[in-house]
């Protein structure tokens, strides 16, 4: 069978990650990504998670107490000011990044992300991964606003210079209810320079 969007998002940092680097989870949600990513890059490598919601923070910090996992720094505050939070010696080693978009499930559909701070989220990531890191972004666009972060993540991505990044869509085009897809961005270069 064809891969689901989820399960491709996973292969696709399965690919590129490797165990010991440090990858972010820029958007934890109720942090079954961060609990994956976790376990991606092993004891050695460290999750650095955001989110802007407590409850997002509270049910992702009660997964990871549940399967035992001590590699995963959770961070209050939006992805957008990922850089404060980034150790100077560990930028060398900044494998990627997970987006979930859109709201936190089974809470408040008024809370989601957006292009503005996704796009800024985005635009310094690509500064810090290494060469080959990636970003990958599962992007959910049925909601209330989902449509104007979708409009604007696909036009800035779409404009990213292909001497710099490979930009990949992945998706099911003939599903009902706007089905989320994969907007992925892989650094150019080797990654032993
Ligand atoms: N739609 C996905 C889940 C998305 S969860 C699904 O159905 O599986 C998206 C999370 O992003 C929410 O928990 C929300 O609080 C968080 N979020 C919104 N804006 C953010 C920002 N600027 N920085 C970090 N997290 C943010």
Redesign the pocket.
Known sequence: MVMGVIDFSHFLMEQVIDEGETVID????NGHDTLYLSRLVGESGRVIA????EL?INNTRQLLEKHSRQNVTLIK????NFEQYIDEDKRENLGGAIF??????R?NKQ????KE??IA?IQSLLQFIRPGGIIVL?V?HGHDGGELEKEGLLNYVTKLDQKDVHVLKYGFINQKNKP?FIIAIQKKGDRNR
């Open positions: 820029a958007t934890c949600g955001f989110d802007i919601q997002a505050d939006s992805h957008a979930n978009l859109g709201y936190l499930p809470s809370i989601i992300t957006k701070s996704t989220a599962v959910y989320p």
